[in-house]
């Protein structure tokens, strides 16, 4: 069984990381005319989901600490 299935998680990938990384910075980086207003409303939905999250790791946290030994 030498046939290891190889993945971009083991060391010596970094060329490969930094092209995706570059491609991912430049499809979620808006261009420079896009308006404030939708900047705005994206930068509010991301604040939301942060929250949204923040909350659910608290809940759990919450409910993992009120169980029982």
Request: hydrophobic share 40%; net charge positive; proline share 9%.
């Amino acid at each position: 069984m030498s046939d290891r299935v190889r993945t971009l998680l083991e060391p010596g990938h970094e060329a490969e990381w930094a092209v995706l990384n570059e491609e991912k910075r430049r499809a979620l980086t808006p261009p420079p005319d896009t308006p404030v207003e939708v900047l705005l409303r994206q930068g509010q939905q991301l604040s939301r989901q942060a929250w949204l999250l923040l909350r659910a790791v608290e809940r759990a946290k919450n409910d993992r600490a009120a169980r029982p030994a």
